[in-house]
């Protein structure tokens, strides 16, 4: 049972005691039946894996005690920050969970022409907050022990005038782009993947992104799903470039 690992939305210390997280609680305790002693691992972003032990549990709680840490060295050398354009059903999903199991560092929600996914206000913020839960989740099932942070969408021209700079490599999926990312060096500097949703960026958009310093890349002839490319991109880029 040794080999459970949950987030801990707390800051963990060797030595103290620990509330279990609601999530925590009811895998650990209600389903997997662990009793007062047994051990699991805990993370709260800061590098570290936490062994724990269970101390306590009640009917609606359980706490543990912090026994040890270990550092977890499991980050990819490339900084790659996931601008996606949001796409609908559970597609963003499954981009932002196997972004984060590939080892994106951020991912940006972005607003464009095409989306038909349309977010503001409390929603807005309510999805941000999913959307950071799937991300917490991949991080347990991937091991991963620093969290990559889910902004609040923004439209794609928002983006592009706060966030794009010509320090970065800014690269954006175009079926017609000239280069190939084999055709690139390897990058001294964060990587920017601009992706759109399921109907693409529109002309105009690409001409946006192409005016702050994207260069558009294509990843061979068929055009793919949005999150197939996002996931097929990032993966290129590790085995070309990082640690795959």
Known sequence: MSNLRFHSPNALTVGQSVPLSDNALAHAVRVMRLKVGDTLTLFCGDGFDYQCALSSIEKKSA???????????????LSIRLLQGISSGDRMDYTIQKAVELGVTEI????????????????????????????????EQSGRAVIPHVHAPLALPQWLSQYATPDCLNLLLNPVGAKRLAALSKPDHPIHLLIGPEGGLSPAEIELATQHHFQSIVLGPRILRTETAALTAIACMQSLWGDF
């Open 63 to 77: 706490r543990v005690e912090v026994l040890s840490r270990t550092q977890v060295s499991n980050e990819s050398p």
């Open 108 to 139: 940006y929600p972005l607003s464009t022409e095409r989306c038909v996914t349309k977010l503001s206000g409390d929603r807005a913020e309510k999805r941000t907050e999913h959307w950071q839960g799937v991300a917490i989740a991949a991080c």
